[in-house]
């Protein structure tokens, strides 16, 4: 009987005792693994999975963790003197020996599954999954004191929020009190001739 498993975005076709290197999983030497993305199962009656294999499993033994044959990338570019550029790598690897396929109950056997090295461990899931406490919503600013006791000195034209704000500070509340304002003597607030005119035709 043998298996077709997937594991590291690659397919291994295993046997029970076969000897495989697989990309670095996460998992010490020793160790039981198994595979649960079967995508077929072989023997006196094959079963194609749909894409994959219901119940059924690869178990692994866990032999060591390895590095592959050492690839070399050479660059050399044309025309260009002493432009190039070597870079070696060794593959991470993890060497396996299959111990038993399972063709049903692989999900009830509750050996740790096999999951690459760079793949998020449950654990880290659930940490990340917890979403941090809601901020206490922010009370709102209280009102200006010309919106409750005094006019709107916005309704002025040329008089923005910024501006409506700094009268209020200086005492100007309501339009009767921006009209008596002296624009040369009120050294509080810088008030055009224009506000002054304004509040007067609203304050009437």
Known sequence: MFAVLKTGGKQYKVQSGDVLRVEKLAAEAGETIQFNEILMLGGDAPVVGAPMVDGAAVQAEVIDQIKGKKVINFVKRRR????????????????????????????????????????VSGAAVAATAKKPAAKKAAAPKAAPAAAAAGDDLTAITGVGPAAAKKLVEAGITTFAAL??????????????????AQAADLSK
Not at 179 to 196: R, T
Request: hydrophobic letters at 40%; aromatic letters at 4%; glycine letters at 10%.
């Open 179 to 196: 009209a008596k304002v002296d624009v040369d003597s009120f050294d509080a607030v810088k008030v055009k001739p224009e506000w002054v």
């Open 80 to 119: 260009k003197h002493s432009s190039k550029r070597t870079v070696g790598h060794r593959q991470q690897l993890t060497l396996l020996r299959i111990t038993e396929i399972l063709a049903k109950g692989g999900d009830k056997s509750g050996v740790k599954a096999a999951i690459g090295a760079g793949s």
